[in-house]
């Protein structure tokens, strides 16, 4: 067991947008201290991010416990297990995710001691996960959202082909194909009488803008022009207050998704959406990236 853990970003390129970077480290750590405070344990853990390696997307994050600020523990046992246990939660978390596919689960079962919970998903395969782990997945939203939208910017680079999460030997945790990023960036799934209402952490780039709230904001989102009602009143206030766009910023938001199923294509079509919530308002800027060859 060890305090630090390893997260790789496989790609093409040899470099990466900052933005994107910045963004996944941020909801990383946001999972780290809402897992500490689930875990109970009344310390502080720091996040912190080693020396970036030359020549790749691997990036060196080592937890450590602080008391009184900046001073240090001691690397005890009691430390190492804490670590180990989020580390272990964090790789579980996502394979619960994976597995599940943003669906729910078709049934679950906890085992008669408590300590671990049978899940079993749509396809009719099973997994075993720790109670703890499970119940974080289920009911954290803090957690939940961090995953997605950490994820839901993954989905939308195309740089980006994997995720994954290795122990500090570079040994493989927990690990996410590109196909499987949509999965893991749903925030919940409602389905009824052939209609379908899915939430996803969603990055739009504004087409055009509406100020009065009765009116939809035109996006592009994931490649197709879409029309959306902005309702999230803490954004309309900053809209109020004179918050300035432009055609290009990029909105990260909870994106309500309204889909009906056609039988004669055997699946779920897109109808109308929505913006439950608007997360973060980004500036058309030059990119930034980080060169990881030099």
């Known amino acids: ?88 939660s964090i790789a579980g978390i996502i394979t619960i995710g994976k597995f599940l596919k943003g669906k729910k689960e078709k049934s679950r079962e906890v085992a008669e001691d408590g300590s671990r919970v049978k899940i079993e998903n749509e396809d009719g395969d099973v997994i075993y996960v720790e109670n703890f782990t499970y119940n974080v997945y289920e009911k954290n939203v803090t957690v939940r959202d961090a995953l997605s939208q950490s994820f839901e910017s993954l989905e939308n680079d195309n740089s980006i082909t994997g995720y994954e999460i290795t122990d500090s030997h570079e040994n493989t945790i927990v690990r996410v194909e590109k196909k499987e990023f949509e999965y893991l960036a749903v925030k919940s799934e409602e389905v009824s009488d052939g209609e379908r209402v899915v939430i996803v952490a969603a990055r739009l780039n504004i087409v055009k803008v509406s100020f009065d709230s009765k009116l939809k904001w ?17 954004f309309q206030e900053q809209v109020d207050k004179g918050e300035a766009f432009a055609k290009g910023d990029v909105l990260e938001v909870e994106l309500e998704i309204k889909q ?35």
């Not at 109308?272 to 980080?290: F, M, N, P």
């Open 1 to 88: 067991m060890t305090t630090d853990f390893k997260i790789k970003f496989d790609g093409q390129q040899h470099q990466i947008d900052a933005n994107l970077l910045i963004s996944n480290l941020i909801h990383m750590s946001s999972i780290i201290q809402e897992l500490n405070r689930e875990l109970n344990t009344g310390k502080k853990i720091d996040v912190n991010i080693k020396a970036l390696e030359k020549g790749s997307f691997l990036i060196h994050i080592d937890l450590v416990e602080t008391v009184l600020g900046s001073l240090k523990n001691l690397l005890t046992r009691e430390n190492v297990e804490t670590a180990a246990a989020i580390i272990t």
């Open 260 to 294: 009906k199923f056609d039988p004669t294509v055997n699946t779920f079509l897109n109808k109308s959406y929505k913006i439950k919530k608007i997360i973060k308002h980004i500036k058309r800027d030059v990119t930034l990236t980080l060169n990881f060859g030099e």
């Open 218 to 234: 035109e996006f592009i989102f994931k490649g197709n022009k879409i029309s959306a009602k902005a309702n999230d009143p803490v």
